[in-house]
Nanobody, 123 residues
């Protein structure tokens, strides 16, 4: 069994920063690909970033590239999303998700999901 719990969301002004964390419970954390997705009202679930089991490979949506950084600490069973230079269009409910082994950007391919944490960016 795998469980994911996000934390770190909040309200921030445009241009500011937030860091999100996701705690993983289950066995063999390093065999899971971790991803971040977001969903705003009236929109579908959108890919944000993903990281491989060792942290050696990452992928980002074009809309966040250069502003967001995904990382993981396998000793602590956590994945992290550092968000800088935030924009109002980044406002959404942010989810972390996990699947085994293979990097992918499609939400349908992820088996396990957290409950989400709200990020709101004001202007």
């Amino acid at each position: 069994q795998v469980q994911l719990v996000e934390s770190g969301g909040g309200l921030v002004q445009a241009g500011g920063s937030l860091g999100l964390s996701c705690a993983f419970s289950g066995r063999t954390f390093n065999s899971y690909i971790l991803g971040w997705f977001r969903q705003a009202p009236g929109k579908g679930r959108e890919f944000v970033a993903t990281v491989s089991g060792t942290g050696g490979r990452t992928d980002y949506a074009d809309s966040v590239k250069g502003r967001f950084t995904i990382s993981r600490d396998n000793a602590k069973n956590t994945v992290y999303l550092q968000m800088n230079s935030l924009k109002p269009e980044d406002t959404a409910l942010y989810y972390c998700a996990a699947r085994r082994w293979t990097l992918t950007t499609t939400p349908q391919a992820y088996n396990y999901w957290g409950q989400g944490t709200q990020v709101t960016v004001s202007s």
